[in-house]
């Protein structure tokens, strides 16, 4: 079995476990109307909603950034923004685009998309709660128009 089957695997059996939240409900679409790899939709749209979630981090962004910082720090000395960073470092080293216009996503569907999102039952086990308007700014943001959602 090649390595990428296996970690393919590894994620089926970890997705079939936990739901995957407003990342996922939102990169399906992207990948329907956009033709983006659902992969890379995941990987661009990641930082934002980790950043989003912060205010509901219960301290696993800890315990995610220990597993993937180059050079780990303290619990003490650990904020949200670092695996915020951390992410984004990992997504650049892959190659991956950094924000969706880049992979020819416009803002002419966001409302379609956000709908779209909100149907999936992943918007419910977010750790945030999420509204549309909440979604329209995520999607606004990873396309890289200047929006910022608090």
Known sequence: ????????????IAFSHARLGNVHAMSHPVSAYYDVPHGVANAIILPIVVEFNMKADAG???EIYKRIAAI?????????????????????????PNNLQAVGVDDALINK??????????IKVNPRTTEIEDIK????????????VS
């Not at 995520?138 to 929006?147: D, G, M, P, S, V």
């Open 60 to 62: 696993k962004y800890y």
């Open 72 to 96: 780990p720090c303290s619990k003490e000395q650990f904020m949200s923004e670092k695996l915020i960073s951390e992410i984004r470092r990992l997504i650049e080293e892959l190659g991956i």
């Open 137 to 148: 700014a995520l999607y606004k943001e990873a396309i890289n128009i200047q929006t910022k």
């Open 1 to 12: 079995m090649r390595i990428m089957d296996l970690g393919s695997l590894f994620a089926g």
């Open 113 to 122: 998309m956000s709908e779209d999102a909100m149907k999936s039952g992943n």
